[in-house]
């Protein structure tokens, strides 16, 4: 099984093509790899719970992580964050991304 690790750093507010990031992740997923989608960047302003996005990553498995330096840079406290997402270091990211048998997908 490879195990694939999708880095979304774009705002999903002002760039459309986001969605492709999701929807690919759990089309991934649904083929038996494990999945990991990293926000950093803009790509946190999703992680909000307010904002009810990336739900479909949650309900079809995929881990998401929020990095804590780009949440920090953009005023998101830990408690704001949807529950399926968990804050997370640059270094768990480099982490995963060096694992054997993985692919990463930088967006």
Known sequence: MTRYVFIESRDPFESRDTR????????????????????????????????????????????????????????IKSDELAPHIRESGIDALVDAIVQKNTKALWH
Do not use: I, P, Y
């Not at 803009?42 to 995929?62: Q, Y």
């Open 20 to 75: 492709f990031v999701e929807e690919t992740a759990v089309a991934v997923k649904e083929r038996g790899h494990h999945v990991t989608v990293f926000l950093v960047q803009n790509g946190v302003l999703a992680a909000r719970k307010s904002t009810g996005r990336l739900r479909s990553l949650a309900e079809a498995g995929v881990t998401v992580l929020a990095d804590d330096f780009s949440l920090r840079e953009r005023g």
